[in-house]
């Protein structure tokens, strides 16, 4: 397998590297030894034989402390290994990688989750390099103290931020409100953006890949609140798939108990002259 068919963390894993400068070399190699045009050609030298190196089989508790030991640095080469990460496959393995503005002007929910922002101790940091582009010039850098997200304030008041892949906390489920971004209360009251795969989106009202990775993503926070994000579009109860084809008004919430009826097949009461796959009836 080569280097984009394995995990965001292989990548830039030294055994991994090493292997793969081997292997270019060897292409080399074998062309010079079967093309007749080279048969006066002589190597002054080989690529050292390296084993085959993987880190698929790492545990993902291993991943994640390794890229928040690079995300916490400042230095040039952290930032152009995240930033070619980023490049590479949109940050998978990553705590976080969708970046995500947020308007505290605009919605409560964002003005209670900024609320909440404390100073980053150092700076700008790699990870900022998620949260923000080459060009933002943030006049403020900031944390999410129940995820360690970084977030930056800017001229504007607006603020970016990077949404986690999954939540590290023990408290379940609360309810869910169908906003843009999607939000997640759970059960001691704290306000999480929902979790965000780095490749798939979430959303709803249509039949489409959005609402198939939000069915999938609300199924799996309903049994395990620290479960990973929705890595794909299907997979998901019935009842909550058909839940999310729902054309619900921006902002509504619904409860743990309206989520899991939905899953069981009995959905909430739709808006008026709405039809379960999200068009209006004429």
């Not at 292989?10 to 007749?36: C, H, N, S, W």
């Not at 403020?140 to 997200?149: C, F, K, Q, R, S």
């Not at 504007?156 to 971004?181: C, F, H, I, K, Y």
């Amino acid at each position: 397998m080569g280097a984009a068919g394995r995990s965001g963390f292989g990548v830039f894993g030294p055994e991994l590297v090493q292997y793969e400068a081997m292997t270019g070399p060897e292409i080399d190699v074998k062309l010079v030894r079967e093309e007749p045009r080279f048969n006066r050609v002589r190597l002054a030298a080989l690529p050292l034989e390296v084993p085959a190196a993987d880190t698929d089989d790492l545990p993902e508790s291993i991943c994640r402390a390794g890229w928040l030991e690079v995300l916490a640095r400042g230095d040039v080469l952290a930032v152009e290994v995240v930033r070619s990460l980023l490049a590479w496959n949109g940050g998978e393995g990553l705590p976080f990688c969708k970046r995500e503005g947020l308007d505290p002007s605009k919605s409560a929910l964002a003005g209670e989750w900024v609320d909440r922002l404390v100073p980053a101790p150092h700076g700008r940091t790699a990870a900022f390099e998620i949260a923000l582009s080459r060009d933002d010039r943030p006049v403020e850098y900031l944390i999410d103290p129940e995820t360690d997200a970084p977030a930056a304030r800017m001229k504007n008041g607006t603020v970016q931020t990077a949404v986690p892949q999954r939540l590290l906390t023990q408290s379940p489920l609360a309810e869910v409100v169908l906003e843009d971004p999607v939000w997640v209360r759970v059960a001691d009251g704290t306000l999480h953006l929902a979790p965000r795969h780095n490749y798939f989106g979430i959303n709803w009202g249509y039949g489409g890949s959005g609402p198939g990775s939000l069915a999938l993503l609300l199924d799996r926070l309903l049994r395990d609140i620290s479960a990973p994000a929705a890595d794909g579009i299907t997979g998901a109860a019935d009842g909550l798939e058909k839940f999310t084809q729902v054309k619900w008004p921006n902002g509504s919430v619904f409860t743990r108990d309206q989520l899991e009826a939905a899953r069981d097949g009995q959905l909430p009461r739709l808006p008026a002259g709405t039809d379960i796959d999200g068009d209006e009836d004429a």
